[in-house]
């Protein structure tokens, strides 16, 4: 991906893999040329889609239409992990020997790294914001897109529908003091939500033609969700 691209993505969502088994004869050619620091960027990019897919489809990446991430300890526990590897990957070039065009980009995952670690540790909002919890957005994105498949993005879509009881109750165990304004937001949403699942994806699955029989499983997992 160009670097013109990192720059884009990383304003439009904040953005927060890599190589960790780079030699270090590579880390020292990274260090004093630059060359393999816009691979590095590469590698980033794929590992903060997999780590945010809601970001992914916002943006534009397919790749995880159907993943619902569950917001429990152990997918922020793998995040905190994961995030520590490219922060560590990303300590392996000099930043003062790299070209300038690239020292903003470096600067730029360093502090969404950095960010996003102090999120998960520090602010904790999982813990508070009920808001933070909404299946609405990325299934609004998918179905508005035309210029994917009916089908396939109704297949995806209920690929996230499986995990919504599980996502819910993850979300739930992890509030414990909940403020009332983010509450209040979270109903209006959840709301919106469900005006999402009942009409226009229910219109979606009803237009795709599908089975009599997957057509009853998808229907079971709308209702249920």
Known sequence: MKRSNLIYLLFCCTLTLISCSQTEQAVNDNKSSGSGFEEFIDHYLEKYWELNPDYAIYLGNHDYDSV???????????KLEQLMILGDSLSTFDEAGLPKNLRTDFWMMKDQINSDIWYIKEYRSYEWNPANFNIGGGIGVLLNDRNLDLKEKVLNISGRLRKVPEYYQAAMSGITDPTSEHTELAI???????GILSGSFQVSLEAANFSEEQFTEISTLNQNA
């Not at 619902?68 to 793998?78: K, M, Y």
């Open 68 to 78: 619902l991430q569950i917001p429990d300890d152990a997918t922020r526990e793998w």
């Open 188 to 194: 209006l949403q959840n709301e919106g939500t469900h």
